[in-house]
């Protein structure tokens, strides 16, 4: 028999939503408007909060910002150790990304190694001219030095805890929770 799980809500859909609205006022204002700018979201979730936040930053400054997605399954540093097949995903990034402001984005940081296989990724598409980070959880336990410009929220974790977030897209309720056992 395995062993129950527990959930902890840290997150509700308002407490995102207000979490983007901050992150995407503070891109605005890092990087003084959405001049030469674009987001690019880490598959699968960085890709939802990606689509959020540049909705976010179009109404804001009434223009359209570039938007990609990554898969970075073929950079990962742990294909060679893992048992399963990783499932390909396509990288759709429909415009040059040299020279550009990207900001990358994702849903959790956790060790910083999908975020070095994201800049892998990137910089095989071109040479932006800056690389940002924005995450809606950082949760600690760094294993690389990577630091997101754009935190949703910072959530003490231990290892043994898992941070789940859910998406409206995937017909679930907006949502972060740790998740323990």
């Known amino acids: 028999m395995g062993l129950a799980q527990s959930e902890r809500l ?36 960085g890709v939802y909060l990606a689509q959020r936040l540049a909705m ?9 910002i570039p938007l990609g997605e990554l898969d970075i399954t073929l950079y990962r540093d742990d294909l060679s150790i893992r048992k399963d097949q990783p499932e390909l ?21 956790f060790t910083g190694r999908t975020i070095r296989a994201a800049l892998d990724g990137l910089m095989d598409l071109g040479r ?4 940002q980070l924005a995450v809606l ?3 600690g336990h760094r294993q690389l030095p990577i630091r997101a410009n754009y935190v949703g929220k910072n959530i003490p974790t231990s290892r043994e805890e898992n ?3 859910f998406f409206e897209e995937l017909e679930q309720v907006d949502r972060v929770s740790i998740v323990t056992g």
């Open 10 to 45: 840290l997150m509700d859909a308002q407490d995102m939503s207000r979490a983007l609205s901050r992150i995407s006022h503070e891109i605005l204002e890092g990087n003084k408007g959405s001049q030469d700018l674009a987001l690019v979201g880490i598959r699968t979730g």
């Open 56 to 64: 976010r930053i179009q109404q804001i400054e009434q223009r359209d």
């Open 89 to 109: 995903r396509k990288t759709t990034i429909p415009f040059n990304i040299s020279d550009l402001k990207i900001v990358l984005v994702d849903d959790v940081l």
């Open 128 to 131: 932006p001219a800056e690389i």
């Open 137 to 139: 959880i950082d949760r």
């Open 163 to 165: 941070v789940q977030v």
